[in-house]
């Protein structure tokens, strides 16, 4: 299993400032995957963060906006950028540790005035 | 793309009744699908695979490969069984493999 930990926990941002959302895992491990849920929206994911390699990011989604970091294997930071109200939404991080389940972050609640 | 469908977003049962969330998949050779719960204030977290077949808090789901259909069920509801319930499915291969798709996710409320 794994534990995962998020800050904050919630944030209200003005629009056109940046958020960076950090992640921390009690264990090592490969891959850590960022989500976002927009209001009574399902989970999409943003982006795969692996340690020593460029995010990759899925459709929709452009580095320019949502930068990651993934310094090591235990932590990786989400920053959302240039924020506008649509951005509003619950972020969440999550690994995979033994690649048949995932943990999830408790989430870290943004609204963008 | 790989689509996980969960055509209802609200679910409302009594309480010892049985219930049934309906989760269909986009076909595509042998998936791997799961059930993920979140429970009021907590975290979301993994509540069945269907490669386990295992039974959980009174919840099973069969794949269906016929149907592409992976639907929870439970015999008799409890009121804690009140949650957001999410269908998804595991991408696997290439640059997809360990990423999840999502179904949009049904709230159960069991009712006394």
């Known amino acids: 299993s794994a534990v995962i930990s998020q800050k904050p926990s919630r944030d209200i941002c003005q629009r056109g400032t940046s958020l960076t959302i950090q992640c921390q895992v009690d264990s090592q491990v490969t891959m850590m995957f960022w989500y976002r849920q927009q209001p009574g929206q399902s989970l999409t994911l943003i982006a795969t963060?692996?340690?020593?390699?460029?995010?990759?990011?899925e459709s929709g989604f452009v580095i320019d906006k949502f930068p990651i970091s993934r310094p090591n294997l235990t932590f990786s930071t989400l920053t959302v950028s240039n924020m506008s109200p649509e951005d509003s939404s619950i972020y969440l991080c999550?690994?995979?540790?033994?690649?048949?389940?995932?943990?999830f972050g408790p989430g870290t609640r943004l609204t963008v005035l | 793309a790989q689509r996980v469908t969960q055509p209802e977003k609200l679910l409302s049962v009594f309480k010892g009744a049985p219930v049934e969330l309906k989760c269909n998949y986009s076909y595509s050779g042998s998936p791997e699908l799961f059930w993920y719960v979140q429970y009021s204030r907590q975290r979301l977290q993994l509540l069945l695979r269907?490669?386990s077949r295992e039974s959980i808090k009174g919840f099973t789901a069969d794949l269906n490969k016929g149907e592409t259909s992976f639907h929870l069920k439970k015999p008799f509801a409890q009121e804690e069984d009140s949650a957001m319930y999410y269908c998804?499915?595991?991408?696997?291969?290439?640059?997809?493999?360990?990423?999840?798709?999502f179904g949009q996710g049904t709230i159960l409320t069991v009712h006394p």
């Open positions: 269907h490669i």
């Open positions: 963060a692996n340690q020593g390699s460029e995010a990759t990011y």
């Open positions: 998804a499915r595991l991408n696997a291969g290439g640059t997809s493999y360990g990423k999840l798709t």
């Open positions: 999550s690994v995979d540790p033994s690649y048949n389940e995932q943990f």
